[in-house]
């Protein structure tokens, strides 16, 4: 079952924050943040393991709440290369029936005009 | 340089026939995946392999079959019992089960007519 991301698209100006967020019904056991420009591969962003930690590089920063099941991206001061798709994905446990499945979310379109 | 390949870029083919999409890597990594990129569905799981000789079904598996007879090599196969078989596919790998990064192959993009 795929997580669920939510917005489904944001718009912004250069400069302006955002997050997006990622929810599974299903115990995690990591959540990976990925971002595809159009008619490109994905591009690993980060990812966080469970024990509620909190990572980042230059702006983009994330946070994952296992207990929540849930997982935020947060992108501050937002550049025109910040443009593109967002992929939340999900791993479940080790011994679980979804360990090793990588699932991902439907994806958040993110604009950003100058 | 190490990376994942995924050919051809393009692919066309008459429906009813099947067809086998290439995914090779030589990053040595244990684990390799096959997704679906339909407009507006994100990237959905076909399959996925955890080790040589052993693969298991994604959330659209229908239609679809793999092999994992080499650890660097992964094809995918769309066969004839896929019912809209047309779209962008992508593989990825990564070093072991959901807690490394995934590396993506530039994907094939699938046509039937």
Not at chain 2, 84 to 110: H, K, V
Request: hydrophobic share 30%.
């Amino acid at each position: 079952q795929q997580p669920v991301q939510s917005p489904q698209a944001v718009i912004l100006r250069e400069g302006e924050d955002a997050v997006i967020n990622c929810s599974s019904s299903k115990a995690l056991y990591s959540v990976h943040w990925y971002r595809q420009k159009h008619g490109e591969a994905p591009v690993f962003l980060m990812i966080l393991l469970k024990g509620g930690e909190q990572k980042g590089h230059d702006k983009i920063s994330a946070s994952f709440n296992e207990k929540k099941q849930q997982s935020s991206l947060y992108l501050t001061a937002s550049q025109l290369s910040y443009s593109g798709t967002y992929f939340c994905g999900t791993a479940g446990n080790a011994g679980g029936t979804s360990y090793g499945k990588l699932t991902f979310g439907q994806g958040t379109i993110l604009t950003v005009h100058p | 340089d190490g990376g994942i390949t995924q050919s051809p870029k393009y692919l066309f083919r008459k429906e009813g026939q099947n067809v086998t999409l290439s995914c090779e890597q030589n990053l040595n990594h244990d684990a390799m995946y096959w997704y679906r990129q339909d407009p507006g569905q994100g990237l959905r799981l076909i399959y996925y392999s955890q080790i040589v000789n052993d693969f298991q079904k994604g959330d659209i598996a229908e239609g679809y079959s793999v092999s994992r007879e080499k650890k660097e090599s992964f094809p995918l196969t769309v066969t004839s019992a896929q019912k809209n078989p047309t779209a962008f596919y992508l593989c990825a790998s990564s070093i072991r089960d959901g807690d490394t990064e995934a590396f993506f192959g530039q994907g094939t993009r699938l046509t039937v007519v």
